[in-house]
């Protein structure tokens, strides 16, 4: 397992060759790290506008939105970086996380600093976790004894209880950053508002200006201590897809978030162009209130028929250009203990069949299919799929407020007979999708998702602190939602992204490297090409 | 007068009364901002901590109670999303607001009001049809597109003026245009009827019986008199340009109110849709009611009516 | 525009006197229509009574083993049976036109008379009763007025959540305000008339007056007003679409059509929007030259709005 290895003491991993380079006297950060002097200016087109709160790690709201920021501005004891889901060393050289999890330990590396050339202390770093009132603060805080400065360089947090996600928290950038730190004095002085509107971190690049919502001017930090490539980086939110493309193809904008189902295929035809098509959020089809023996979803037969009956592959290549992945699990492989599962079966013969022996061999009526707005057409492809098999459905639309109230009001808003097709991205952990998506009384599954022999299973995962036990719980309560067909998982969509000609990219994951996103960081690492760095 | 003018002013204060009323009620009726950001990685407790930290938590008369207090002492609460005063926000985006708009009027008036004064002058005419149907133009493609084709025509084939954003003039040239022809069609309009209307005025009928060259009476008598109006008209334009023109930045990624409008509606960010409706409320109330005093004062009969 | 000519009149001099009179009635609004006009109106609403007799294809399901296919159906790649091409979901551009333009003519006029009727009742009533109810009335007009038209739509439009016959609603509430302000200020100056106070002095109920003297009058302006904001209509349910809560698919609206596709613009797909793009164009242009006519021609004091 890449990132963090725990054996029976501990493990201590090392950034070594940042730690010896960095600790050379009198040499500049920028210089030092590498030789490299940050040279050009790279535009990020960003596809909605920008919420402010999202430059400021202590109001995590807990989404897959605020680590696009925090990575170029803040900088975090340790994050997912690449292939590491969470344990990437970045503000710690090392980090100890004992295997009876009662405590863990950071020890930094040497001659940090902040944009405004302060030092990072360990009281930033106690300050930052201690006043932390983002996503997660309760469960960190409740479970924390006393965070302890050990030296001027090293950290103890102290548990009530074994702590077994802390790293997981700490170290995923869209779940939580309790992890990132701040400048603890200089956030006291301006206040949190103030903090938003000059946000100071000790990440690659600093902010130099802003227009709250549609622009952040940055600027390579000169101390970095990984080499920071290009020296401005401008992020501007641009919602209109087609604008979006008209900039990447006018070279106004390097990078562009999200390029649409359709548009997909067409770009691939410039060759200008590098498509970037980071595999996200899963998708599947929910029955609300289905434990009802009255439903005829009830009867697993039916479940089973529409999944037999739903062509993953076409609906793969008519919403992301083929390039999503058509996966066995609804839970994201990128998170701990997801269950690999093979592929599903597309045979709508076997399907009419187990429609007829479930007594509905003409199909039924179901009132609406709802689909995560507004992904609307790939909701019609699967009411057009079920039709094979004579369940007849039309869609609903709403606007994803609405939908998000819906989802949270539970099954009186589902009234009669109704198919969901759900959506999500969770960091983290297996625990978390199935605590808000699947869980009796959870985030989304309200009442209407109710199996109580699996939530029972669930809450003694939740209390056991014996791994071996947690990971045999895992997947027996992951098993036990796939073989029933409780959720029928669709596929796992393609967040495409798009690539310009002045960036210095082979393939796409050279620009897109971490697994664990759908951004482009770490931003220090993208270069451009020699002569776009050469231009002014 | 002193009457009237303080009933109009009362009339003027209900009429916000009313509008804060309604649009504090449809954004809260529309949903929660907390399920807006949180997705299923928040905990339960997570939204109830924002939720009482942005005071929904409370009963919607006491919310309304604060926001109207608020309003009062000039303060338009603070915005969800930017956790900032919304009357900041709102200042900051202004300029961009106000550059964009100003450039607007400028295209509607250079569209609107030549069409209407040849319409007005060769009522009938090819001329007229021309005229009519240039201007209604902008009133029948819906702005979004209108915003995409010039795009595609002028950025991307043609590669003259960039896609979006601000800058220089450049920037300046196919959102103006997109956002002011749509008005150039209620300018011509109006600069039609009160042109027709000034020059079957008897003061007219008298210049011309002085002999002057037809033209020229309609250039300076006609015009100057039908202005009024229209100008009057182009204001309540700008105000609605100003703060609403919101699928037009939306296209252009123009760093204005109204895209600043478009977010809070789709993200519920209550007190920056509040105040940015409310702002362009005010205006607009304060301007039709110097017009009603104005012309109260002209027209010594309308301060009698109600 | 030209009155009946002196020629006409004299032709129908001879005619029988009841008769001539209809035709003479019937004559004079007849030779100042609006050519242009009507002449893209009329197909237009031909077309959206009989999509079903007119439409190749069902618009809400794709052609058997199409997919997206670009028009003229002459060229390469293209399908001879899809005259107009095809959409990504492999469905006729050109049967959804045709039923786009039952939608979209659906929406205009039924949203249109939502709005005016609720503008007109409330615009007589205020003008009429006056008092509280006048001042209740015309304080919400003057606040909704004010409230950005575009903004309260989408408002309205989260609320009730989007269908065809919500949109109309919506967009009925929205426009009502300007009837009710216009058909006020005509009922004020109604009041002032000799018949009406005859009416009134000979002991005839409010409800009376209203509908015998009172509406009549109005309806003039009201049907002006209508006919401009047919296209406004049209152009708002639109921007419904582009934002995301307009007529939901897979129902072909004109406006839908056009902000689904608008993306596929810049990659060179054309004929996904500019074909509905243009059929917009055209209808609200001739509706809005439409009012312009009857602006001109039902209501002398209208003629200077």
């Not at chain 1, 106690?126 to 965070?147: F, M, Q």
């Not at chain 1, 008209?246 to 106004?252: F, K, S």
């Not at chain 1, 697994?515 to 050469?534: F, N, Q, V």
């Not at chain 2, 109830?48 to 000039?74: C, H, I, M």
Request: proline residues 5%; positive net charge.
């Amino acid at each position: 397992m890449p990132g963090i290895k725990i054996t029976r003491r501990t493990v201590l991993t090392s950034a070594a060759f940042g730690a010896t380079v960095l600790s050379v006297p009198f040499v500049r950060g920028a210089r030092a790290a590498g030789g490299v002097v940050p040279k050009g200016k790279m535009t990020l087109a960003w596809h909605t506008n920008i919420a402010s709160r999202w430059l400021d790690p202590q109001q995590h709201d807990g989404t897959a939105s605020p680590d696009n920021f925090l990575f170029a501005i803040h900088d975090g004891l340790i994050k997912n970086l690449r292939d590491n889901k969470y344990g990437h060393l970045a503000l710690a050289e090392h980090f100890d996380f004992p295997a009876d999890a009662k405590s863990a330990t950071f020890r930094l590396r040497a001659g940090l600093k902040f944009h405004d050339g302060s030092p990072i202390t360990m009281e930033d770093v106690k300050w930052s976790y201690e006043n932390y009132r983002g996503s997660s603060a309760k469960v960190l805080h409740e479970k924390t004894k006393g965070v302890t400065i050990v030296d001027d360089r090293t950290i103890r947090f102290d548990f009530t209880e074994p702590f077994l996600d802390f790293p997981i928290l700490m170290g995923t950038g869209n779940l939580c950053g309790a992890g990132w730190v701040v400048p603890a004095k200089y956030y006291q002085q301006v206040g949190k508002d103030g903090f938003l509107q000059k946000p100071i971190g000790a990440g690659p690049y600093k902010l130099v200006s802003q227009v709250p919502g549609s622009k952040l001017v940055l600027e390579a930090f000169e101390d970095y201590y990984r080499p920071v490539h290009i020296k401005h980086f401008e992020i501007i939110g641009v919602p209109e897809a087609a604008t979006r493309l008209a900039m990447i193809e006018r070279e106004e904008a390097d990078i562009l978030y999200l390029v649409e189902g359709q548009l997909i295929d067409r770009i691939k035809k410039n060759s200008k162009i590098m498509l970037a098509p980071v595999l996200s959020g899963s998708w599947w089809l929910e029955f609300p209130g289905f434990q009802d023996p009255k439903n005829p979803f009830n009867d697993k037969r039916v479940r089973q028929a529409v999944s037999l009956a739903v062509d993953r592959k076409a609906i793969n290549e008519a919403e992301s250009g083929g390039m999503g992945r058509v996966s066995g699990n609804w839970i994201n492989n990128d998170v701990e203990d997801a269950l690999d599962w093979p592929e599903f079966e597309f045979n709508v013969a076997k399907a009419k069949e187990l429609m007829a022996q479930a007594g509905h061999p003409n199909g039924f009526k179901v009132d609406w299919l709802t689909v995560v707005p507004n992904y609307f057409s790939r909701g019609e492809r699967v009411i057009s799929q079920l039709k094979a098999i004579g369940i007849q459905t039309r869609l609903q639309t709403m606007e994803r407020g609405v939908y998000l109230k819906k989802m949270e009001g539970g099954l009186k808003e589902w009234p009669g007979l109704q198919i969901i097709m759900n959506a999500t991205r969770i960091g983290g952990s297996w625990a978390s999708w199935y605590e808000g998506m699947f869980k009796c009384g959870g985030f989304q599954g309200q009442d209407m998702i109710c199996v109580k022999d699996l939530d029972a299973k669930f809450d003694q995962y939740q209390k056991s602190f014996n791994r071996e036990e947690r990971k045999k719980l895992a997947e027996e309560i992951q098993r036990g939602i796939l073989e029933n067909h409780y959720f029928v998982p669709v596929f796992r969509h393609a967040f495409v992204n798009a690539i310009g000609p002045r960036i210095k990219a082979a393939k796409w994951q050279d620009v897109f490297p971490t697994i664990t996103s759908g951004y482009a960081y770490p931003w220090e690492d993208i270069e451009l090409k020699e002569a776009a760095a050469a231009q002014k | 007068m002193t009457q009237f003018i303080i009933r109009r002013t009362f009339y003027a204060l209900i009429s916000l009364f009313i509008l804060s009323v309604t649009i504090f009620a449809i954004v809260r009726l529309t949903g929660d901002p907390v399920t807006m950001l949180a997705e299923p990685g928040a905990r339960a407790e997570d939204l109830d901590r924002l939720r009482a930290e942005w005071g929904l938590d409370r009963s919607w008369p006491v919310q309304y109670l604060t926001f109207a207090k608020n309003v009062f002492t000039g303060d338009l609460g603070k915005s969800f999303n930017y956790q900032m005063p919304v009357s900041t926000l709102y200042f900051q985006r202004l300029p961009a607001s106000l550059q964009l708009a100003l450039a607007a009027t400028f295209i509607s008036f250079i569209i609107g009001i030549p069409a209407g004064l040849i319409s007005a002058v060769k009522v009938n005419s090819a001329w007229d049809n021309a005229g009519k149907v240039v201007a209604l133009f902008g009133l029948a493609v819906p702005g979004f597109w209108l915003g995409l084709v010039m795009i595609l025509i002028f950025s991307v084939w043609l590669g003259w003026l960039p896609t979006s954003g601000q800058g220089g003039i450049l920037h300046l040239i196919m959102p103006s245009v997109a956002l002011g022809w749509y008005f150039a069609a209620s300018l011509l309009r109006l600069t039609r009827s009160s042109m027709l209307e000034v020059m079957r005025s008897e003061y007219i009928k008298l210049a011309r019986l002085k002999g002057l060259p037809g033209y020229v009476v309609i250039a300076v008598h006609a015009f100057k008199n039908a202005l009024i109006p229209v100008l009057t008209l182009a204001g309540i334009n700008l105000v609605v340009m100003i703060n609403a023109g919101v699928i037009i930045e939306v296209i252009f990624a123009w760093p204005g109110i109204g895209r600043l409008l478009y977010e809070g509606i789709f993200q519920r960010d209550f007190p920056l849709v509040q105040g940015v409706v409310i702002q362009a409320g005010i205006m607009i109330v304060l301007i039709n009611l110097t017009i009603d005093i104005l012309y109260a004062y002209i027209d010594p009969r309308i301060r009698l009516a109600k | 525009m030209a009155f009946v000519t002196e020629q006409t009149r004299a032709a129908l001099a001879g005619s029988a006197p009841i008769l001539a009179g209809l035709r003479r009635r019937w004559l004079r609004l007849a030779a100042g229509l609006p050519v242009v006009p009507l002449a893209i109106l009329i197909p237009f609403v031909l077309i959206a009574v009989f999509a079903n007799v007119v439409a190749p294809y069902d618009p809400t399901e794709p052609i058997p083993g199409a997919k997206l296919f670009e028009p003229p159906f002459w060229a390469d790649g293209a399908n001879p049976a899809a005259l107009l091409g095809t959409d990504f979901q492999g469905r006729d551009i050109l049967s959804r036109l045709i039923y786009g333009a039952r939608v979209s003519l659906i929406v205009g006029v039924m949203g249109t008379i939502v709005a005016g009727g609720v503008g007109t009742t409330l615009g007589i009533m205020a003008g009429y009763l006056g008092g509280w109810v006048d001042q209740v009335i015309m304080r919400i007009t003057d606040a909704w007025l004010a409230l950005p038209a575009l903004v309260f739509a989408i408002f309205l439009a989260t609320m009730v959540g989007p269908s065809m016959w919500n949109i109309i609603i919506i967009l009925g509430a929205v426009y009502w305000t300007r009837y009710a302000r216009v058909i006020r200020g005509e009922v004020l100056s109604l009041r002032e008339r000799e018949y009406v106070k005859l009416a009134e002095i000979a002991g005839a109920s409010s409800a009376r007056v209203i509908l015998r003297h009172v509406l009549p009058n109005v309806l003039n302006s009201a049907m002006v007003l209508a006919s401009l904001t047919i296209g406004v209509v049209i152009i708002a349910e639109a921007s419904l679409s582009f934002l995301g809560v307009g007529v939901p698919p897979p129902e072909p609206a004109w406006g839908s059509m056009l902000a689904d596709g608008r993306s596929m613009l810049m990659v060179g797909d054309w004929w996904l929007t500019v074909l509905p793009g243009l059929c917009i164009m055209m209808v609200v242009l001739a509706t809005q030259l439409m009012g312009d006519w009857l602006r001109v021609r039902l209501d002398p004091q209208l003629r200077n709005l």
